[in-house]
């Protein structure tokens, strides 16, 4: 029981160009997210998917795209990326039907933008 | 939308002594309110969480503290211990969309030995 991967770990990436990040839950959850962490920000979401079909801007969308694949699979896309995406990015799922809503968190990916 | 505010931004205790940290809350609407901890490289990790229909709950040393009336929630660490040194995350939301979670911007606990 992996619960939720993503990929890469670690990227590098100049001004203009563009990624997916991949991520993948194993625990059956129906709502998945993306966050981003900043120094001394806390937790920023980017955009969430309540279930499969569905996807949603969160508080900070500008500059991103997101695909529910399936319902294990939610991939965050930077189609032309900029030195203020530089920062982790954290997948997360949870089961909202459950008495509790809490975020299981992937292991972070830290991107850098030149 | 839900506005969080966390004090304080850093604490440092000596082991054994007690750690507080707070957080305000804006949205009467929130009912969910939980607790993540993130060591130095690692995910954040749920430790605890209270709902809005109680008004505090315990887990062995750690133990949180809200007050509806004036939107404001406690975590408390008691008898602190090295491995608590950590980065603290509260976050308020609805329960049933709790990835729609606002969360603080964190406190670094560092626990001397």
């Known amino acids: 029981n992996a619960g939720v991967t993503q990929t890469p770990k670690f990227q590098v990436l100049k001004t203009g160009q563009s990624m997916t990040l991949q991520c993948a839950q194993d625990m059956n959850h129906n709502s998945m997210y993306w966050y981003r962490q900043d120094p001394g920000m806390g937790l920023r979401l980017i955009y969430y998917s309540a279930s499969e079909g569905t996807t949603d801007k969160g508080e900070v969308p500008n500059g991103y795209n997101v695909s529910r694949l399936n319902k294990r699979e939610f991939s965050l896309r930077l189609e032309s990326a900029a030195p203020s995406q530089t920062s982790v990015y954290f997948c997360?799922?949870?089961?909202?039907?459950?008495?509790?809503?809490?975020?299981?968190f992937g292991e972070g990916s830290r991107l850098t933008v030149l | 939308g839900e506005n969080v505010e966390q004090h304080p931004s850093t604490l440092s205790v000596q082991e054994g002594d007690s750690a507080v940290i707070k957080c305000t809350y804006s949205?009467?609407?929130?009912?969910?309110f939980p607790w993540y901890k993130q060591e130095l490289g690692k995910r954040p990790q749920l430790i605890i969480d209270i709902r809005s229909n109680v008004g505090e709950k315990k887990d062995q040393r750690i133990a949180v503290t809200l007050n509806k009336t004036a939107k404001h929630f406690s975590l408390h660490i008691t008898e602190t211990q090295p491995e608590d040194s950590a980065v603290y995350f509260c976050?308020?939301?609805?329960?049933?969309?709790?990835?729609?979670?606002?969360f603080g911007d964190g406190t670094t606990l560092t626990v001397k030995p």
């Open positions: 976050a308020a939301s609805i329960r049933t969309n709790a990835g729609k979670s606002t």
């Open positions: 997360a799922s949870s089961e909202n039907r459950l008495n509790t809503g809490e975020l299981f």
């Open positions: 949205d009467s609407a929130s009912n969910y």
